[in-house]
């Protein structure tokens, strides 16, 4: 299997998009990131002569629905196992903040979590004055990334996995919101810098803008771990339903998104954004969030949660510090897929998702 994590992102030259046009025909809309949507609108004046017209077959359709094709589930390394999400309360302490998660990592390994996952942007308050002055060099490592060598260590350590949240990072003239993925040797798996900055204005509710100060990603990030294969995206990428579906065509078994959501977009969309991941795809979603702190400048909805492969709430919890351990059945997404055969349903002579990623990858084989 390629290693999509190591794909550079498109360069939009005129070459470059002629050979992807050429690759992908009828491509009607190329993303700004590595997604693009086609759809074919047949034309119904003439029905009978159409090629629509015809029988059509479903699982042929269903594979013309994803380009590339949809890779196979694989099998996972693990069928159950327990996950952590830990609820944490954050300070403006930055030593303080990473104390704390050490410990409450190593809390959940007590209690036998073998994944763990951290909230969004755990080691610094969440705000664009705050990013600079906490962000972190991870390549340089060491002394100039103190969270993410925490991470290293306790997972290898403890031999298990780590979604390490986000933390502000720096790398260059730029600052990104970055997820560090650790495997049980410590080493650094993956990084997800998020795609989708958080730019909203909900007059006399909400208004922040991320990009202010953060760069966006550019690359989806999967992963294969000791406890499956995970797609790994940040709070305001879970609203982008073609992320995961990429996710899902490569093959996860899981999705992690640890997020902020605020005092009002958590209650109306949090539960709901997660379930809708779950349910489309017919996969785990885990979430994980910071603890409320009324006194901060940006409030925290929390309510951490595992969604299952059906859409159901299998553990969730209110927006106190606490750290949240459920059980993953990886058995249930074969069984729910069964149950409802929608990956072979879906009709792909009428629309298509296309990872520009993966196409371009292979057609430069």
């Known amino acids: 299997?390629?290693?999509?994590?190591?794909?550079?992102?498109?360069?939009?030259?005129?070459?470059?998009?002629?050979?992807?046009?050429?690759?992908?025909?009828?491509?009607?809309?190329?993303?700004?990131?590595?997604?693009?949507?086609?759809?074919?609108?047949p034309n119904y004046s003439n029905i009978t002569n159409s090629p629509f017209s015809t029988t059509i077959s479903a699982i042929s359709t269903a594979h013309q629905s994803r380009v590339?094709?949809?890779?196979?589930?694989?099998?996972?390394?693990?069928?159950?196992?327990?996950?952590?999400?830990?609820?944490?309360?954050?300070?403006?302490?930055?030593?303080?903040?990473?104390?704390?998660?050490?410990?409450?990592?190593?809390?959940?390994?007590?209690?036998?979590a073998q994944l763990v996952l951290l909230p969004e942007i755990w080691n610094s308050p969440y705000s664009n004055d705050s990013f600079p002055v906490y962000a972190e060099d991870i390549e340089l490592g060491?002394?100039?990334?103190?969270?993410?060598?925490?991470?290293?260590?306790?997972?290898?350590?403890?031999?298990?996995?780590?979604?390490?949240?986000?933390?502000?990072?720096?790398?260059?003239?730029?600052?990104?919101?970055?997820?560090?993925?650790?495997?049980?040797?410590g080493k650094l798996k993956a990084k997800h810098r998020k795609i989708h900055l958080f730019d909203i204005d909900i007059p006399g509710k909400m208004t922040f803008k991320e990009s202010k100060t953060l760069t966006a990603g550019e690359n989806p990030t999967i992963v294969d771990t000791d406890v499956g294969r995970i797609g790994i995206g940040i709070c305001y990428d879970i609203r982008f339903q073609e992320l995961a579906a990429i996710y899902a065509a490569r093959g996860a078994h899981l999705l992690c998104y640890p997020g902020a959501f605020n005092m009002?977009?958590?209650?109306?969309?949090?539960?709901?954004?997660?379930?809708?991941?779950?349910?489309?795809?017919?996969?785990?979603?885990?979430?994980?969030?910071?603890?409320?702190?009324?006194?901060?400048?940006?409030?925290?909805?929390?309510?951490?949660?595992?969604?299952?492969?059906?859409?159901?709430?299998?553990?969730?919890?209110?927006?106190d510090e606490t750290t949240l351990i459920a059980e993953i059945d990886y058995s249930l997404v074969e069984q729910r897929r069964a149950y409802l055969p929608i990956i072979n349903q879906r009709r792909g002579d009428l629309y298509q998702l296309v990872d520009v990623q993966r196409l371009h990858a292979e057609s430069t084989k």
Not at 93 to 105: T, V
Not at 150 to 173: A, F, Q, Y
Request: glycine letters at 6%; a positive charge; hydrophobic letters at 35%.
């Open 1 to 41: 299997m390629a290693n999509y994590s190591q794909i550079q992102p498109l360069t939009k030259t005129p070459n470059s998009l002629q050979n992807l046009k050429h690759n992908s025909r009828n491509l009607s809309f190329l993303s700004s990131q590595t997604i693009a949507v086609k759809f074919r609108n």
């Open 68 to 112: 590339p094709p949809a890779l196979p589930l694989p099998p996972p390394p693990i069928t159950k196992f327990k996950i952590a999400l830990c609820q944490l309360s954050v300070t403006s302490d930055k030593l303080r903040n990473i104390s704390h998660a050490r410990e409450a990592i190593e809390e959940a390994a007590n209690k036998g």
């Open 142 to 185: 060491g002394d100039a990334s103190p969270s993410a060598a925490m991470l290293s260590e306790v997972s290898r350590n403890l031999k298990i996995t780590i979604v390490g949240g986000s933390i502000p990072e720096r790398r260059g003239d730029r600052l990104y919101n970055t997820c560090c993925i650790f495997g049980t040797d």
């Open 264 to 319: 009002t977009t958590g209650p109306l969309h949090w539960e709901l954004l997660q379930r809708a991941r779950a349910a489309d795809n017919q996969l785990y979603v885990a979430t994980c969030a910071p603890a409320r702190d009324t006194e901060s400048g940006y409030v925290a909805w929390g309510h951490s949660t595992l969604v299952g492969p059906f859409g159901e709430v299998l553990a969730t919890t209110d927006h």
